[in-house]
């Protein structure tokens, strides 16, 4: 082997050794990961309030979202009287309510600060109930507005019914 082969084979060894040597440390940069650790706190509650105004013989009720979260909201009217049971007609506002069973569902997602459109119970009194002494009991309940893969808000935990409602 002459001279000038032998050049050429060094110079093709140390071009191989500078390759090799630059390619271990791509090889580092396109491997190299780290792991995170950390925490973030999440608050979901659900706090309301109910508002309840007597007109008459009349109790006309709405519910505000002072929580958080969103939640879904569901009412109730019981009478207690001191005679007969008089009969309670409710009336639902812009039917933003939806009767199922004993309770009335609000068929909308009550967001924070957001409040019910009134929903009303009139006691249906005749001549022979006049007289007496009646009051309308209402019972709410409230819950954290929780949601499936489809965006529809899911049945809370101890509810027989949820209407049809899907996240804004």
Known sequence: MNRKAMRIV???????????????????????????????????????????????????VSVVNTGSSNAVVRVSFLGAEDGDMPVIDVTAGESDWEKHGEYYYYKKILAPEESTSDIRAELAIDEETAGDSFDIIVVYDSAVAAYDTHNKVLKPENWDYIPDIRAR
């Open 10 to 60: 060094l110079c093709i060894a140390v071009a191989f050794s500078l390759l090799a040597a630059s390619i271990e440390v791509a090889s580092a940069y396109f491997s190299d990961y780290r792991t995170g650790y950390g925490e973030v706190g999440v608050a979901l509650s659900c706090e309301t309030e109910i508002s309840e105004e007597i007109e008459g013989t009349d109790k006309i």
